[in-house]
């Protein structure tokens, strides 16, 4: 050993010559697989986050799909048009209305997946009859709508009244509807 280095110096030497050779460059690498392993957790928490967003999705879409079955469920075929104009009819004379005139209109529109039938309906009655009349209308399972109504109390009956309005039955047009 050269005479300016001792024992003491050497003792002192290797440690910092350990550090800089052996742990300075192990503690980079230990950053360093720090950094990936926080990067690939944060990716695997987002990947985590897509995962449930699709669970979330296809749980979503399931129900939509499910509500369109329930409202399609709801609509008659063409061929059941008839039997719709009938309830119609039935819960008229249920009501004690007596219906001079129920005209189908030739002019159906789509409207959307569906068509919409227009029924010209006119009734004469006691107006709570017409009342009971709309509210059991209201329970059939089939969507139905009235776009337009006039009432008219009646001057030679007291009570009585007669109103005119269209009634709109949705039904499944075209090829679905013959189909089922």
Not at 32 to 44: D, F, G, N, Q, R
Not at 79 to 85: F, G, P, S, T, Y
Request: glycine share 4%; with cysteine.
């Amino acid at each position: 050993l050269p005479a300016y280095m001792s024992f003491g110096h050497l003792m002192l030497a290797l440690p910092v010559c350990s550090y800089f050779l052996v742990f300075a460059p192990q503690n980079r690498e230990i950053e360093k697989a720090k950094k990936e392993i926080a990067l690939k957790e944060s990716k695997l928490e987002k990947l985590r986050e897509v995962t449930k967003q699709t669970d979330d999705l296809q749980r979503q879409s399931e129900q939509i799909r499910q509500a369109i079955q329930t409202i399609q469920s709801r609509l008659p075929t063409t061929k059941e048009m008839d039997n719709v104009l009938r309830q119609v009819s039935g819960l008229a004379s249920k009501s004690k209305l007596e219906v001079p005139q129920f005209k189908k209109s030739d002019k159906t529109a789509p409207a959307g997946l569906a068509m919409e039938q227009p029924l010209d309906i006119e009734m004469t009655g006691d107006f709570d009859g017409f009342y009971q009349f709309l509210l059991e209308l209201e329970k059939l399972p089939r969507i139905t709508r009235i776009p337009d109504m006039q009432i008219l109390r009646s001057d030679q009956v007291n009570g009585e009244m007669k109103t005119k309005f269209t009634l709109s039955v949705y039904y499944e047009g075209g090829e679905t509807g013959d189909t089922k």
